[in-house]
């Protein structure tokens, strides 16, 4: 069953820009896994597998508003689903931020229950230097939060249209591929269905075969490429808007399955450093 969480956090202090990253936003996630389960944040964290959860960058503005935030946020998508990625400035002590954990896995999901029930507001977790309160967790959609969702895998699959043939998707932080040795940003039908088919196979116990790839053809791009670097490393990845579109003879039940995937996207995203807060993707109404 894949869960999307979203963290409402306090910080306490400022929390210096170096210590926005993805790669400590992994650690604090461990951190919070080994809390109630030190056996599992170490194979989390020793595991070089696909891992059954994603992480989000830290965000201090409300989702969809459009407003810049403490972050580096460049409103070219014109439905302003981007998400901030990159913070040039320390976040103040008192702002207000969220954060979005998606489990993949009954199991993670269940192995980590003590935590989500157990939740003490005024238990600091660290970032850095900054000392951090988790307020609440939302598991469920609200208007003003997208992000945050819950459902079964067979519901995904039950709730999904086998008539639309359109799939409209919003890429919320900077997304890449692997292919071979190297990334490629260009976002095709089978760098995007072929990660989320990978991912749904490995988690959701429903098979899906023969589902007809080269019936996806993309209809409307609005994207651009970011670069991220730090200290360690450079990477570059698509923000933007892609439509693909389902054309020929299809049958309903692989448009079904194409529905579907369309559907996890949420959850799973795509790509590459899912859970250092890249390829974060979400599907938009078709209306």
């Known amino acids: 069953m894949p869960h999307s969480l979203v963290l409402n956090l306090l910080p306490q202090s400022p929390i210096p820009p170096q210590y926005l990253t993805g790669r400590h936003l992994h650690a604090l996630f461990l951190t919070l896994v080994s809390s109630v389960d030190s056996t599992l944040g170490d194979r989390l964290h020793d595991s070089t597998a696909d891992k059954a959860f994603t992480l989000s960058p830290l965000q201090t503005r409300g989702q969809g508003t459009g407003d810049r935030g403490q972050g580096r946020y460049k409103p070219k998508v014109p439905h302003g689903d981007s998400l901030q990625y990159f913070h040039q400035q320390a976040i103040p002590a008192g702002t207000p931020c969220w954060w979005r954990i998606s489990l993949l896995d009954d199991t993670l999901f269940s192995q980590l229950t003590q935590l989500w029930l157990n939740l ?18 939302q598991g469920t959609p609200q208007s003003t939060q997208p992000w945050a969702n819950a459902t079964t895998y067979a519901q995904l699959y039950e709730q999904a249209s086998d008539s639309i043939r359109t799939f409209n998707f919003s890429f919320a932080t900077p997304t890449a591929f692997r292919q071979g040795q190297f990334d490629t940003t260009l976002p095709t039908r089978e760098c995007v269905f072929n990660s989320l088919l990978s991912r749904w196979h490995k988690y959701s116990g429903i098979e899906f075969t023969q589902i007809p790839i080269e019936s996806i053809f993309p209809s409307f791009l609005n994207i651009h490429t970011e670069i991220l670097a730090d200290s360690r490393s450079k990477f570059i990845g698509i923000l933007g808007q892609v439509n ?8 309903p039940i692989q448009i079904k399955q194409i529905n579907t995937l369309a559907d996890f996207a949420l959850y799973a995203g795509v790509g590459r450093k899912t859970t250092m807060g890249m390829g974060m993707l979400r599907r938009l109404s078709s209306v």
């Open 244 to 251: 693909y579109r389902i054309l020929g003879d299809v049958e």
């Open 120 to 137: 003490n507001p005024s238990h600091p977790w660290h970032l850095g230097p900054a000392n951090l309160y988790i307020t609440s967790i």
